[in-house]
């Protein structure tokens, strides 16, 4: 699982996950909840490892959270995101 909260207060955007590896494959992941950054508030968002499909998540080589649309970014949003406590396994008993 990847675990990300969010305590987000933007525009009216998705929020997304892209995970890169070593060999240059990408994966996407959204947030099922496309009004998730217009939300004041922590979110959790616990991605399991099937959802970044396609590429090795043993050999991670970037991992980018994002706003919007990354195959389509557009300047000028504003806004407060805080991202605490990524982490990748599972979690501590």
């Known amino acids: 699982m990847l675990s ?16 890169d590896d ?12 496309p009004a998730l950054s217009a939300r004041s508030g922590w979110t ?4 399991p490892y099937s959802g970044p ?3 090795n998540l043993s050999n991670v080589s970037m991992l980018y959270i ?17 991202i605490d406590d990524v982490g990748y396994g599972h979690p501590a008993p």
């Open 4 to 19: 990300c909260p969010f305590l987000l207060s933007i525009l009216d955007e998705s929020v997304y996950v892209a995970v």
């Open 22 to 33: 070593s060999t240059g494959k990408v994966a996407l992941v959204s947030h099922p909840d």
């Open 44 to 47: 959790e968002w616990l991605i």
């Open 53 to 55: 499909g396609g590429v």
């Open 66 to 82: 994002g706003i919007g649309d990354r195959g389509n970014p557009i300047a000028g949003g504003t806004g407060t995101v805080f």
